[in-house]
Nanobody, 126 residues
Framework: VQLQASGGGLVQTGGSLRLSCAAS?????????AGWFRQAPGKEREFVAA????????FYADSVKGRFTISRDNAKNTVYLAMNRLKAEDTAVYYC???????????????????WGQGTQVTVSS
């Protein structure tokens, strides 16, 4: 599975952005779970959100719960991350990821995913 993330940019505090992650390759997109991670300068990559194979189940980091929404459109081979009420601390490079397991009981680690996109920069100005 190859992943291509897009949609990042510069936004003011309180604003919104929607990230997209387009998948391609031989593996049917509907057979992989997907997620978003982010990495701020000098910090480790951290989990943001995960979605199950069909899109019927989602899981969020506490820091984004209620503000971010992850979804997917398997017909378009795309995963989305809608980000609302953005804060300065949301500034990071955002990465989409995919793998065979959907994690819902505890935040997954980067090593739990098999495929990664290249990242898209999100900058929230205060």
């Amino acid at each position: 599975v190859q992943l291509q993330a897009s949609g990042g940019g510069l936004v003011q505090t309180g604003g919104s952005l929607r990230l997209s992650c387009a998948a391609s390759g031989r593996t049917p997109f509907s057979s992989v779970a997907a997620g978003w991670f982010r990495q701020a300068p000098g910090k480790e990559r951290e989990f943001v959100a995960a979605v199950s194979w069909s899109g019927g189940n989602t899981f969020y980091a506490d820091s984004v719960k209620g503000r971010f929404t992850i979804s997917r459109d398997n017909a378009k081979n795309t995963v989305y991350l809608a980000m609302n009420r953005l804060k300065a601390e949301d500034t990071a490079v955002y990465y989409c990821a995919a793998g065979s397991v959907y994690y819902s009981r505890s935040p997954p680690r980067p090593g739990d995913y098999d495929y990664w996109g290249q990242g898209t920069q999100v900058t929230v100005s205060s």
